[in-house]
């Protein structure tokens, strides 16, 4: 079994653990780096099932530096076609572990890869994230749509995006301000019949919504 065992930056250190507002320890290692050195794992993974790719991403994600956490949700994008609910389960949990933007929005991605892959799972995960008591989860429900594009069930996005939308939290507003400008991509003039439907909403989320909309 072959392990990753990532060098160490000094020099990037104080720069990478500045931006994340000092909440997680690094390595100093970037990602053009990471991506080269995970290769040989991303090729031995292919043979892993699932229970040995949930053994393998717990490993790295114990471990004390966040560039490991990163390797481990990589292992989980990489294979998201061979995952199922056993994954979805186990992300469930690494959603509320140590959460900030980027381990949440990349969870959240491979989250919606499998839930498109494997349709049968969406009502069950859908919900969990809809109803969740933690803002984090809840920012899962509204952008768990970014890359569906015309396949957005927009009647979902209403319901996620109502449950917040006076939610005083600053990655919630961005996150429907980004939810509503993916779809305004493909549906503008739903993006601003909604806005136009939902004066309350924040400054912030509809600033983010139409950051797009003169280009």
Known sequence: MTELILP??????????????????YQGVKKPELRQLERELFKESRQWDE????????YYWEKPTREYQYV????LEKNYKRSGAATLLYMSELVENHPWWDSVDTLRKTIGLILRNKPEL???????YLKHASFWSRRVAITL????????????LVTAIENDLHTDEFF???A????LREVFKDNPDWVTTFIANHPSMSNLAVREALKNANK
Request: no cysteine; hydrophobic share 45%; glycine share 2%.
């Open 51 to 58: 229970p040995e790719l949930l053994k393998q991403v717990k």
């Open 122 to 128: 969406w009502a069950e995960w859908s919900q969990y």
């Open 8 to 25: 160490t930056h000094p020099e990037n250190i104080a720069a990478m653990e500045a931006y994340m507002k000092h909440l997680f320890k």
């Open 176 to 179: 429907i301000g980004w939810a």
């Open 172 to 174: 919630v507003q961005k």
């Open 145 to 156: 749509q970014l890359q569906f594009h015309e396949a957005t069930n927009l009647d979902y």
């Open 72 to 75: 481990a949700m990589d292992l």
